[in-house]
């Protein structure tokens, strides 16, 4: 039969309307009255779920085994409940939300595979799994986001298109058709990002981190991402590679997180921008940029450190570090590197060896004080005094392993 274009418009109206309330005139909300433009976006919605719900009941007595137009009733009934639900756990208001997301997931899980159903089946459960998350149920969380992957990784086998909702409410001849599929593979980097901090949670740090890494890698590809958040977020990460001794996954993080920054301060500064904004972008710049060379810093000094332990390790304990690297280095490239990124130059500035002699040191020893001179610029005594003092430790701790490489040579 077809729903008719009018029917649609409306429709898509009361959408655009509550859309508009959260996305933009809720940033003019004052402190007293935090969710005003979120209340009355959810009135809008179920005021639009009551009209869904109504035509679907007349829908499904009229189509004895439900055709077309019930599947896209019933998709866009769970569109609206998971909005819904999603703002009812922005308002803190738990239960309603978690009720109104499995609604939703109720409504999806049966066409999961079908291009109207899976956007909001993963949308629903990427919010479900916050829900999960502030009571503590962590495990409970990470199943969930598992089988959303799963699931969305069966849906891109078989080739098929996702729908959104606006996608819905437009004729087949208006649809675009990359609306769907560009959210889509948001969803799945944002169910990618939950499953990292769920298994953060629950103590799995190598599995988060490669959560966070495919993450970061999907931010890139898709170009959906904040470049100093991404090159925070990579340095960060780096971290973890360091501690595990994994300096070649660590060095290709920290790589990606200096190529990132230098591109963006090219294009940070806009004829537009005011004078003081000016001003602040290129200070907030200058500190995050000194924070990637305290991660850069520590790198140097890790594998300064660790090269010196090798020294002083019996040949049993040796024996067992390079078991852990041999199992490191059955892990796919895809696992740990930025394929869209040409870090070769950065990545040749400094070894993810370890070092064997007193020169291999030297020039590790020399890189990290080049990175703390950057770092130690930004830093001031007179007004960071506990970084500053944190900058000027590690260049004493340089001086340390790089002596004792000094003699063993």
Known sequence: MGIAKETLSDYKELYEKANKLVEEESRGDPPTDPFRSHYKARDVLKDLKKQLEDQLVSIQASEEDGGKDDLCYKSMLAFICRDLGRIYVYTEE??????????????????????????????????????????QEYRK????????????EDFKANGVGALAITDLFSPPDEADAASGPTELEKLYT???????????????PEKSASCCHRTLRRQLQYKSYD???FALNTATLSQFYI???????????LAAATLVM???????????????????????????????????????????QTSKSRLLKDDDEEAQKLDKAAQHLR???????????????CENRISCDYCLTFDDAKLVFHFVNEWLDIAKDSYKAETEATEYSKIMQDY??????????????
């Open 94 to 135: 738990l239960s309603e939300g978690e009720t109104l997301l499995n609604r939703c997931i109720e409504l999806t899980d049966p066409v999961k595979q079908c291009a109207e159903g899976i956007i909001p089946y993963l949308g629903a459960i990427n919010e479900l799994s916050l829900v999960f998350a502030t009571r």
């Open 141 to 152: 969380a990470a199943d969930m986001l598992i089988k959303a992957e799963k699931n969305y």
């Open 190 to 204: 944002l169910c990618c990002f939950y499953l990292a901090q769920m298994y953060g949670h629950l103590g799995e």
């Open 227 to 229: 470049a100093i958040d």
């Open 243 to 253: 501690g595990e001794e994994r300096f070649k996954e660590a060095r290709h993080h």
């Open 262 to 304: 230098a591109e963006y301060e090219v294009t940070m500064l806009t004829p537009d921008m005011s004078e003081q904004q000016r001003q602040d972008a290129t200070e907030t710049f200058k500190h995050r940029y000194a924070d990637v060379a305290r991660c850069w810093a520590k790198y140097g000094l890790y594998l300064l």
């Open 331 to 345: 892990l796919t490239e895809e696992d740990f590197r930025f394929p869209d990124l040409d870090l070769t130059a």
């Open 396 to 409: 004493a701790e340089a001086y340390k392993p790089h002596s004792i490489l000094r003699r063993e040579s």
